[in-house]
T-cell receptor, first 114, second 114 residues
C-alpha cells in the first residue's frame, strides 16, 4: 500500500526565513504526489502536484516542491516565509488503483514567528 | 469555480443519536470521499463513492455508513454516535479516471459527541 511520512508535527519558522517541509513516500507504482494546505477553520486546498514530466513543480503562494525518485521524496519549500503561511500542510500520494484515493501524511503545523 | 459544501460547520450530538453529515458538490464529479481528521493522525479515509449508489470502504469504516442517491450528494451516517467519533469530518470530490486528479475539499464539519 502507498504511504507518506512527514516528520515533525510542528514546524516553527521565522518570518522571511526558508520554509522546508519534508515528505517521503512509499509507492509500488510510479507515484503521483500532492501537497495540500489547510488554513485555520477551512478545508484543504491544493498547493501543487507532481504527475509526470518536470520534477520541480511550482505551486500557489510561492511554494515549490521537487520530486526525487532516488530519494523517494517530495519536499516542499518556500524561500521566504510570510505570516500568512501559518497553516497545516499535508503531503499525499495517489493510490495504485484508478479511483483517485489518496494516502495522506500526518501533516505539519507551521508557525511563523515575527 | 469549484465548490464543495457541507451542511454544518459545527454539530453537537449526544451519545447514541443518529447523525447525518451531508456533502454537495457542483462540479459533476464522479468520485466523492469522506475523511475524518484528528490531531496527529492526519486524514483517514472512511468511505468513498465512485458513482451513484456505489460505495467502497476506506481505512476506518467501522461505525459509519454512507449514501449516494444523487451524483452531487454524498451523505455520511453515524448510526449510533459515540464519543470516540468526535472529530473533524471532511468531504471531497474528484473527477474519475486518472490517478493525478485533484481532490477538492469542503470546509469541514466539526462534530462533538457528548
Amino acid at each position: 500500500a502507498q504511504s507518506v511520512t512527514q516528520l515533525g508535527s510542528h514546524v516553527s519558522v521565522s518570518e522571511g526565513a526558508l520554509v522546508l517541509l519534508r515528505c517521503n513516500y512509499s509507492s509500488s507504482v510510479p507515484p503521483y504526489l500532492f501537497w495540500y494546505v489547510q488554513y485555520p477553520n477551512q478545508g484543504l486546498q491544493l498547493l501543487l502536484k507532481y504527475t509526470t514530466g518536470a520534477t520541480l513543480v511550482k505551486g500557489i503562494n510561492g511554494f515549490e516542491a521537487e520530486f526525487k525518485k532516488s530519494e523517494t521524496s517530495f519536499h516542499l519549500t518556500k524561500p521566504s516565509a510570510h505570516m500568512s503561511d501559518a497553516a497545516e500542510y499535508f503531503c499525499a500520494v495517489s493510490d495504485s488503483g484508478g479511483n483517485n484515493r489518496l494516502a495522506f501524511g500526518k501533516g505539519n503545523q507551521v508557525v511563523v514567528i515575527p | 469555480d469549484v465548490k464543495v459544501t457541507q451542511s454544518s460547520r459545527y454539530l453537537v450530538k449526544r451519545t447514541g443519536e443518529k447523525v447525518f453529515l451531508e456533502c454537495v458538490q457542483d462540479m459533476d464529479h464522479e468520485n466523492m470521499f469522506w475523511y475524518r481528521q484528528d490531531p496527529g493522525l492526519g486524514l483517514r479515509l472512511i468511505y468513498f463513492s465512485y458513482d451513484v449508489k456505489m460505495k467502497e470502504k476506506g481505512d476506518i469504516p467501522e461505525g459509519y455508513s454512507v449514501s449516494r442517491e444523487k451524483k452531487e450528494r454524498f451523505s455520511l451516517i453515524l448510526e449510533s454516535a459515540s464519543t470516540n467519533q468526535t472529530s473533524m469530518y471532511l468531504c471531497a470530490s474528484s473527477r474519475e479516471g486518472l490517478r493525478s486528479e485533484t481532490q477538492y475539499f469542503g470546509p469541514g464539519t466539526r462534530l462533538l459527541v457528548l
